[in-house]
């Protein structure tokens, strides 16, 4: 009978953790109260259509300005099905599609063609031998010189790391990354091959590089005592960073994450739904073709590059352009994470999240949560947490925050837009973190109670989060458009259309924010 009543107090225990968990505003969470269906559908319709005629919109001006654009940009041609030309000024798709074409796509069939040879034949060795493969596989792509070269650099991260300690591990990766923006040593590199896209082609995975061995050697620091520690050799580590999967662009995987798995993978490889695998595969094609044709449909790239355009651009282009901007960075993505989650399952590696569509998030904190999921578990397990994270207050949080943003902004590069950028979300999220823990005082969370029902609750939820969407997509623009633009659209928005068109953009955005609630509403 104690036992029972235990068992039934915990029960009632957790019911309530539940109801707290539920209640609007409780540990910070925010309302996620239903509403009625003609109102969701009201709110998705206008979500819709501005989307749809705002993009119009572009496709209108990609056409007036069509050949104007090809003679400054040199377009490509394009699918006979649309009949039109292709913007290829967006660098990193056009780089990597041309890598993918010309090479990785057959490096790739390599190591998928070794790791099955290996599960089935060979299982106990099958990690070493990819590693040997990811080796020979990046010999083939960088050359000898950009083998050695990262071979070196994981060699410098792996001697600093046997003196177990965090902060030298820290420095070192941290001067290691600086040696990337160093003009002299570029100059040197360049000069071992004949295209520039081959030195960016070692550049980008010596950057990739720098994550994976900062991520070992911090595991190697935790673990020094542990009987783990066996698992954080330099075999483990060339096996994690010659992982060819994700060698080259990612997703970021977490050096204990890959440990656990690898081991498990060492006596059992679960086999792949082959349906699953064959609707990821057609998923895949569906995403590069839309990719490709919003390159021929509307030339957002070409077009952020001409300011007398975006001067003269009617409203409903601007959005329009910076909505495309988004959706092209997340399809980029889906593509750039989606090949390589592919070939981690096969290999019983289960990959990092894809992001999370633009247009369903409405906060800072929701983005950088569900966009770059490894990237974020990358930045909470090594820089967060160890500064403090959120159990030592305000002032910790926010230092532990700004540390986050500021290696992210130094690892892109630290240009003075990404400065910016970095700048803005940091703001972004410290402002939607204080307002949560403000919800989350009892006085406070007893007048919401009193004064708004649930339903209120959720549309006052929205209107906060129209505000953050709006300087969301502002932040967006100027990360993937460059200061200027950013400059652009705040003048053309907040300085020349006030006070109007600032509240047209925030009641959509009101609109914007009910469908990403609802979205996780039902998720949730």
């Known amino acids: 009978l104690r036992t029972r009543s235990r068992a039934a107090a915990g029960g009632r225990l957790r019911v309530s953790r539940l109801q707290q968990r539920a209640m609007p505003c409780s540990r910070g969470d925010l309302p996620s109260a239903s509403l009625p269906?003609?109102?969701?559908?009201?709110?998705?319709?206008?979500?819709?259509?501005?989307?749809?005629?705002?993009?119009?919109q572009v496709y209108k001006?990609?056409?007036?300005?069509?050949?104007?654009?090809?003679?400054?940009?040199?377009?490509?041609?394009?699918?006979?099905?649309?009949?039109?030309?292709?913007?290829?000024?967006?660098?990193?798709?056009?780089?990597?599609?041309?890598?993918?074409?010309?090479?990785?796509?057959?490096?790739?069939?390599?190591?998928?063609?070794?790791?099955?040879v290996t599960s089935a034949f060979l299982l106990k060795f099958r990690m070493w031998?990819?590693?040997?493969?990811?080796?020979?596989?990046?010999?083939?792509?960088?050359?000898?010189?950009?083998?050695?070269?990262?071979?070196?650099?994981?060699?410098?991260?792996?001697?600093?790391?046997?003196?177990?300690?965090?902060?030298?591990?820290?420095?070192?990766?941290?001067?290691?990354?600086?040696?990337?923006?160093?003009?002299?040593?570029?100059?040197?590199?360049?000069?071992?091959?004949?295209?520039?896209?081959?030195?960016?082609?070692?550049?980008?995975?010596?950057?990739?590089?720098?994550?994976?061995?900062?991520?070992?050697?911090?595991?190697?620091?935790?673990?020094?005592?542990?009987?783990?520690?066996?698992?954080?050799?330099?075999?483990?580590?060339?096996?994690?960073?010659?992982?060819?999967?994700?060698?080259?662009?990612?997703?970021?995987?977490?050096?204990?994450?890959?440990?656990?798995?690898?081991?498990?993978?060492?006596?059992?490889?679960?086999?792949?739904?082959?349906?699953?695998?064959?609707?990821?595969?057609?998923?895949?094609?569906?995403?590069?073709?839309?990719?490709?044709?919003?390159?021929?449909?509307?030339?957002?790239?070409?077009?952020?590059?001409?300011?007398?355009?975006?001067e003269s651009a009617s409203y409903w282009t601007l959005g329009g352009l910076g909505f495309a901007h988004a959706l092209f960075f997340y399809m980029k993505y889906l593509l750039l994470y989606g090949i390589p989650s592919i070939i981690m399952c096969l290999d019983g590696i289960e990959p990092p999240k894809l992001p999370r569509c633009t247009s369903s998030l409405y906060s800072f904190t929701g983005t950088w949560r569900e966009f770059d999921v490894g990237l974020h578990r990358w930045l909470v397990r090594y820089i967060y947490i160890p500064l403090g994270g959120s159990r030592h207050g305000l002032l910790r949080i926010m230092f532990s925050s700004a540390m986050a943003f500021s290696f992210v902004c130094y690892w892109h590069g630290g240009h003075s837009f990404m400065l910016n950028w970095a700048a803005l979300n940091w703001a972004g999220v410290m402002i939607e973190n204080i307002l949560k823990m403000v919800c989350s005082i009892s006085p406070a969370q007893k007048i919401i109670e009193r004064c708004l029902s649930a339903r209120m609750q959720r549309r006052a939820h929205a209107a906060f989060a129209s505000v953050a969407t709006t300087l969301l997509i502002l932040?967006?623009?100027?990360?993937?458009?460059?200061?200027?633009?950013?400059?652009?659209?705040?003048?053309?928005?907040?300085?020349?259309?006030?006070?109007?068109?600032?509240?047209?953009?925030?009641?959509?955005?009101?609109?914007?924010?009910?469908?990403?609630?609802?979205?996780?509403?039902i998720k949730n």
Request: glycine share 4%; hydrophobic share 45%; charged share 15%.
């Open 129 to 310: 031998l990819l590693m040997i493969y990811g080796m020979l596989a990046c010999f083939y792509t960088v050359g000898y010189k950009g083998l050695v070269l990262i071979l070196l650099h994981l060699l410098i991260s792996y001697t600093v790391a046997q003196l177990q300690l965090p902060v030298l591990s820290w420095l070192c990766s941290i001067l290691l990354l600086y040696s990337l923006q160093m003009e002299s040593l570029g100059k040197i590199q360049k000069r071992w091959y004949e295209t520039e896209n081959e030195y960016f082609l070692l550049l980008f995975c010596l950057a990739l590089c720098n994550l994976r061995y900062t991520s070992f050697s911090l595991e190697y620091c935790r673990h020094r005592d542990s009987p783990q520690k066996r698992y954080v050799s330099f075999c483990w580590l060339l096996a994690y960073v010659f992982y060819y999967p994700v060698f080259h662009n990612g997703p970021i995987i977490c050096y204990d994450d890959f440990n656990n798995q690898m081991r498990k993978a060492e006596t059992f490889v679960p086999k792949t739904d082959l349906l699953c695998l064959l609707l990821s595969g057609m998923r895949i094609l569906f995403w590069w073709w839309l990719t490709e044709s919003m390159l021929q449909l509307m030339y957002i790239h070409a077009i952020q590059e001409q300011e007398t355009i975006l």
């Open 61 to 116: 001006v990609s056409r007036t300005y069509e050949e104007d654009l090809d003679a400054d940009f040199g377009f490509e041609k394009g699918f006979f099905i649309w009949g039109f030309k292709k913007d290829p000024t967006d660098f990193e798709w056009s780089f990597w599609t041309e890598w993918v074409k010309k090479l990785l796509v057959w490096t790739l069939l390599g190591h998928i063609i070794v790791s099955q």
């Open 37 to 56: 269906s003609w109102e969701l559908t009201f709110y998705l319709a206008i979500t819709l259509g501005f989307h749809f005629y705002s993009f119009y």
């Open 475 to 521: 932040s967006n623009l100027v990360f993937l458009c460059g200061n200027q633009v950013g400059k652009i659209y705040w003048n053309r928005t907040f300085v020349q259309g006030w006070p109007w068109i600032p509240i047209a953009v925030l009641a959509y955005f009101y609109c914007y924010a009910q469908v990403g609630i609802e979205y996780d509403r």
